[in-house]
């Protein structure tokens, strides 16, 4: 039979509450390989750049919508990189996964975040269960929904 590793062995306890301390969102960004969130940088400018075309909305007034200061996503911090991405994951799911295809490297990153293809979201529960979730769970190959 084979042994499962437990990832809470692995997770560090900072606060001494014995309990292994999860990674927040912002952190997942940080930790996350360069090209994955280069790739998610590319999906975010993708999703607003489809929003700005096709439905005449301005970056500037998506970044405010999200809580982010900056439409210019190579200027936004991982936080900001969040809030954006679960900005747009709330209120565009269809683009988000649409253009989620074509940036391969950000895929688990922003399933992470968003809790699709099954997981859990970083904020707690998410949208995973959601249209997202169902959506993302096809394009990254989590099966039928």
Known sequence: MAVIDDPANYLPDNNGDGIPDFPTATGMVDNAAPEA?????GLIGQ???MLGNQQGMNPQTIAQQAGVGTPDVNAMSSGDL????????????????QVAQ???????????LTGGAGGQSAGGGGIGGGLLGGLL??????GRS
Not at 37 to 41: I, K
Not at 84 to 89: F, Q
Not at 102 to 112: D, I, R
């Open 37 to 41: 969130v280069s790739d998610q940088r």
């Open 82 to 97: 969040v809030q954006m991405t679960l900005h747009l994951a709330r209120t565009n799911p269809e683009i988000v996964a």
């Open 137 to 142: 769970g096809r394009v990254l190959g989590g």
């Open 102 to 112: 074509h940036f391969p490297a950000a895929q688990p990153l922003l399933a992470m």
């Open 47 to 49: 999703v607003m750049g």
